[in-house]
């Protein structure tokens, strides 16, 4: 087995390379780039497995295999006698979670692999999505076995008080723009490919990728604005946002499948990017389109107090399909949204609600902390940010969550 030694600690503080593009945010961030760019270099050298486990749509892709792109490499060069995919595996993740049974199956995994070829703990690396206070424990079971975790997310994270402290005590390291106070606009794909240029800085710079993962996830910020600027030397952006939508039709559809070569085919290869477009495209806007007329048929619109409340009664339709459900929602509000302002968005299905807003004085993670508080008996969860989260409940529940909703609503 071919030995390295671990890279210095004051090394990458040395000779961190620049980001890509100018933006404050990232820099604020500099010292969890390091600490997360010295995890995974230091796994490699220690001869320690990687497990990348990434959400399944546009975003999660984009950004796992930035990483991939970066990680690969070093583990071919540290192990050049012996088989690569043994020390490295990617898997996706088609729920938006890290559940428990996920982390079970990764322990199992590691645990089988350690036994046959006398390997490390792990080092397992979540993108794209990351744990609530409710899930630490997770966290914990992963610990037992010392397991390395780095969490690379720009989702709301939930955690606040003792949940933060430890959870910081449990992963190794974390990217989110959320712990400094920051929007979830810079996303996983843009943290990973800005990360895998600091934990390699051999590979080339491919702004396609934090590109996609923005316009996947509807970003807005000035670093979004500054990758699509690189990348379109060789794409336009009306095709960036083609391409964006394909893959998530594509990823959504494969699900938790590997298929590297049709993915990778698809983020790296020009001429069968152009013909994939021109396949899945047309497909991809006749299920939008008609899952939008669906919705918006369903909507009903009613005044509650100062808001206008939008509800749109789904269960009857729900069904595992393009585009998935929290899709629909995000278009139905978007087309609510040209003409209503102060807007709540319920969009029920048989056990939850998907809730989109603009309305200023309502946040999704307080409407949802006051249901659990409330209904203390109904199985309340979810959260999310200001603007769009998700409340789960008991299906016996769903009439009561929906009564006391609205009077939440009213008292706003």
Same mark, same amino acid.
């Given at each position: 087995?071919?030995?390295?030694?671990?890279?210095?600690?004051?090394?990458?503080?040395?000779?961190?390379?620049?980001?890509?593009?100018?933006?404050e945010r990232l820099e604020a961030m500099r010292s969890d780039f390091i600490s997360a760019a010295e995890t995974i270099r230091r796994a490699i050298a220690e001869n320690r497995p990687i497990l990348l486990r990434h959400h399944s749509d546009c975003d999660g892709?984009?950004?796992?295999?930035?990483?991939?792109?970066?990680?690969?490499?070093?583990?071919?060069?540290?192990?050049?006698?012996?088989?690569?995919?043994?020390?490295?595996?990617?898997?996706?993740?088609?729920?938006?979670?890290?559940?428990?049974?996920?982390?079970?199956?990764?322990?199992?995994?590691?645990?089988?692999?350690? %036994?046959?070829?006398?390997?490390?703990?792990?080092?397992?690396?979540?993108?794209?999505?990351?744990?609530?206070?409710?899930?630490?424990?997770?966290?914990?079971?992963?610990?037992?076995?010392?397991?390395?975790?780095?969490?690379?997310?720009?989702?709301?994270?939930?955690? %606040?008080?003792?949940?933060?402290?430890?959870?910081?005590?449990?992963?190794?390291?974390?990217?989110?723009?959320?712990?400094?106070?920051?929007?979830?606009?810079?996303?996983? /794909?843009?943290?990973?490919?800005?990360?895998?240029?600091?934990?390699?800085?051999?590979?080339?710079?491919?702004?396609?990728?934090?590109?996609?993962?923005? @316009?996947?996830?509807?970003?807005?910020?000035? %670093?979004?604005?500054?990758?699509?600027?690189?990348?379109?030397?060789?794409?336009?952006?009306?095709?960036?946002?083609?391409?964006?939508?394909? @893959?998530?039709?594509?990823? *959504?559809?494969?699900?938790?499948?590997?298929?590297?070569?049709? &993915?990778?085919?698809?983020?790296?290869?020009?001429?069968?990017?152009?013909?994939?477009?021109?396949?899945?495209?047309?497909? &991809?806007?006749?299920?939008?389109?008609?899952?939008?007329?669906?919705?918006?048929?369903?909507?009903?619109?009613?005044?509650?107090?100062? @808001?206008?409340?939008?509800?749109?009664?789904?269960?009857?339709?729900?069904?595992q399909d393009y585009p998935p459900q929290g899709r629909i929602a995000g278009m139905c509000f978007d087309e609510l949204s040209k003409n209503e302002h102060?807007?709540?968005?319920?969009?029920?299905?048989?056990?939850?609600?998907?809730?989109?807003?603009?309305? %200023?004085?309502?946040?999704?993670?307080?409407? &949802?902390?006051?249901?659990?508080?409330?209904?203390?008996?109904? /199985?309340?969860?979810?959260?999310?940010?200001?603007?769009?989260?998700?409340?789960?409940?008991?299906?016996?529940?769903?009439?009561? &969550?929906?009564?006391?909703?609205?009077? *939440?609503?009213?008292?706003?």
């Amino acid at each position: 087995m071919t030995e390295a030694n671990p890279p210095e600690e004051s090394q990458l503080h040395q000779h961190f390379p620049n980001f890509s593009i100018s933006s404050e945010r990232l820099e604020a961030m500099r010292s969890d780039f390091i600490s997360a760019a010295e995890t995974i270099r230091r796994a490699i050298a220690e001869n320690r497995p990687i497990l990348l486990r990434h959400h399944s749509d546009c975003d999660g892709y984009s950004a796992a295999l930035s990483l991939e792109q970066a990680i690969l490499p070093l583990i071919e060069e540290c192990h050049r006698r012996e088989r690569p995919w043994i020390y490295y595996k990617r898997i996706p993740n088609k729920s938006p979670y890290y559940n428990y049974s996920d982390a079970l199956r990764d322990l199992s995994s590691s645990l089988s692999d350690s %036994e046959r070829f006398g390997l490390r703990s792990p080092l397992i690396m979540l993108v794209d999505f990351g744990v609530s206070k409710d899930e630490l424990y997770i966290l914990r079971h992963l610990k037992i076995y010392h397991a390395k975790i780095i969490i690379i997310d720009h989702h709301e994270p939930g955690l %606040e008080g003792e949940s933060m402290v430890e959870y910081r005590k449990l992963v190794d390291a974390a990217l989110n723009p959320h712990f400094l106070g920051f929007d979830g606009n810079i996303t996983a /794909g843009m943290l990973a490919f800005e990360l895998s240029r600091i934990i390699n800085t051999g590979i080339g710079e491919n702004f396609l990728l934090p590109s996609l993962s923005g @316009i996947s996830d509807k970003s807005e910020c000035p %670093e979004l604005d500054e990758y699509l600027k690189r990348a379109k030397s060789k794409f336009s952006a009306e095709f960036i946002k083609s391409l964006a939508e394909c @893959i998530d039709f594509l990823a *959504y559809t494969l699900g938790q499948a590997e298929a590297r070569r049709i &993915v990778s085919d698809l983020f790296f290869e020009p001429e069968i990017q152009e013909n994939l477009v021109s396949i899945l495209l047309p497909e &991809v806007k006749r299920r939008r389109e008609a899952a939008i007329a669906s919705a918006m048929h369903l909507a009903k619109i009613e005044t509650l107090g100062r @808001i206008r409340l939008a509800q749109v009664e789904f269960s009857g339709m729900a069904r595992q399909d393009y585009p998935p459900q929290g899709r629909i929602a995000g278009m139905c509000f978007d087309e609510l949204s040209k003409n209503e302002h102060n807007l709540v968005l319920f969009f029920i299905l048989p056990d939850s609600i998907i809730i989109r807003s603009n309305a %200023e004085k309502f946040s999704a993670p307080n409407f &949802v902390s006051f249901l659990g508080k409330k209904l203390s008996l109904f /199985g309340i969860e979810g959260g999310g940010h200001a603007s769009a989260g998700t409340v789960r409940f008991f299906h016996f529940a769903k009439a009561a &969550v929906i009564e006391e909703a609205r009077a *939440y609503l009213e008292r706003l």
